[in-house]
Nanobody, 119 residues
Framework: QVRLVESGGGLVQAGGSLRLSCAAS???????????LGWYRQVPGKQRELVAR????????NYAEFVKGRFTISRDNAKNTVYLQMDSLKPEDTAVYYC?????????WGQGTQVTVST
């Protein structure tokens, strides 16, 4: 069993920055084969959407068009943690942000962390 715990959300003014973290814990055997890690977000009444994802070794990173140039995803495999650096935040970035992990073809989700960007 794998548990993903997000942190770092909060309230920030437009133009500000936040850094989200997601730490994975659980079976060592499972964590050691952790593959793609990603961040998604969801607002009420809308589908959850991909924000960014990063491959196992960090060699490939994919971003949604609406965050390119503003957000940066990274990971530290020694700490089983994925990060999302969010800069130049906009009010439309307000959402619950979820961590996602693909491990041995299974998908895991965190509980989500609220990000609110005020005008």
């Amino acid at each position: 069993q794998v548990r993903l715990v997000e942190s770092g959300g909060g309230l920030v003014q437009a133009g500000g920055s936040l850094r989200l973290s997601c730490a994975a814990s659980g079976s060592t055997d499972v964590i050691n084969v952790m593959g793609w890690l990603g961040w998604y977000r969801q607002v009420p009444g809308k589908q959850r959407e991909l924000v960014a994802r990063i491959s196992r070794l960090g060699t490939t990173r994919n971003y949604a068009e609406f965050v390119k140039g503003r957000f940066t995803i990274s990971r530290d495999n020694a700490k089983n943690t994925v990060y999302l650096q969010m800069d130049s935040l906009k009010p439309e970035d307000t959402a619950v942000y979820y961590c996602n992990a693909i491990i041995s073809s299974l998908e895991y989700w965190g509980q989500g962390t609220q990000v609110t960007v005020s005008t």
